[in-house]
């Protein structure tokens, strides 16, 4: 097995092409772990995991805390209601009191953007950003590749549209850095309002008929509209929005025959996606969510238990 050199996880920036094999290598041979009867091995066994979630989520949250259990790692789940934030802590002293306690790993999902990275200089434990306000979800990009890699045998060379609200996005920003990083193509579609100006920069290419950002395409992954990040409505309506960017069976076969559908979650159903296509035999979204138990399994191994040469079998 290779070598993980990070102490956290706080973006797909940080990662070279060999780290996110690697991540993805270790995920492919952990996945089986979760099929079997007895769903634990001893790989973590006395390490403590702390997850402190400011903002709701269900797959992340829940991801996490059965990927540190089936590697029998201790764990503890806080969310902001439930913490001292309320009586007015910083997240600079709460950091210090989490580091007197002496965990391992700290899943930090934020509202404001680099907020995992304040805490990862405050601790001496790893940090893994579970997503931080609109600025990056690693650990979502990295189960979006990993479920590519799975049903296209590979990354490079394919060809990836993403639609939706680009500029409120934290995955899309994440899968942008990640695929292209991975050799893919990105192309984004979505209304003028809710597209970053330096998308390009970012090594994604604009089209903004959706229509034609979907011609041929081999992966499409479509986005919420962040409704909770927008200060004004950046759109006239909803059925506006849908009627333009909502994806439709009509759409995917714009794309090519073998295309796969993919969403984040959670889904605004007739919003940006019918349940026709949510639920029909192009969708991999049940498949991102099975698949995000292994790819945080192998980075709680490779941060606080691969290096120590602990065999995860
Ligand atoms: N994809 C995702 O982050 O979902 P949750 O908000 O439910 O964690």
Redesign the pocket.
């Known amino acids: 097995m290779g070598k993980f050199d990070h102490k956290d996880l706080l973006g797909i920036g940080q990662l070279s092409v060999e780290d996110i094999s690697l991540i993805l290598d270790t995920a492919e041979s952990l996945k089986e772990i979760s099929t079997r009867d007895i769903k634990k091995v001893p790989a973590l066994r006395g390490k403590s995991v702390v997850n402190f979630f400011y903002e709701?989520?269900?797959?992340?949250?829940i991801s996490f805390e059965m990927a540190a259990k089936r590697l029998s790692a201790d764990t503890v789940s806080i969310s902001a209601s439930g913490s001292s934030l309320v009586k007015g802590e910083t997240l600079k002293d709460t950091a210090r009191n989490l580091q007197a306690m002496n965990p391992d790993i700290i899943v930090l999902?934020h509202s404001s953007s680099g907020a995992p990275h304040l805490l990862a200089m405050e601790v001496s434990a790893g940090v893994i950003n579970?997503?931080d306000g609109i600025n990056e979800?690693p650990t979502?990009a990295l189960l979006d590749m990993f479920t590519i890699r799975e049903r296209k045998g590979r990354l490079h060379d394919l060809d990836v549209a993403i639609i939706g609200d680009i500029s409120h996005s934290r995955?899309a920003r994440s899968n942008i850095l990640g695929l292209t990083k991975m050799g893919a193509r990105v192309t984004v579609s979505g209304p003028p309002t809710m597209m970053p100006v330096e998308i390009e920069a970012l090594g994604a290419t604009l089209v903004s008929d959706p229509v034609k950002a979907l011609k041929d395409k081999d992966v499409i992954m479509m986005l919420r509209i962040q409704l909770e990040r927008q200060n004004k409505t950046l759109f006239p309506t909803l059925r506006e929005y849908s009627s333009f960017f909502g994806l439709t069976m009509r759409l995917v076969r714009e794309a090519r025959g073998d295309v796969i559908i993919m969403h984040?979650?959670?889904l605004n159903r007739g919003v940006e996606i019918t349940s026709e296509v949510a639920d029909s035999p192009y969708s991999v979204i049940l498949d991102q969510v099975t698949n995000g138990v292994a790819v945080r399994m192998a980075l709680l191994y490779l941060l606080i238990g691969g290096s120590k040469g602990d065999n995860a079998d």
């Open positions: 709701p989520s269900t797959r992340t949250r999902r579970a997503g979800h979502q995955v984040p979650g959670p």
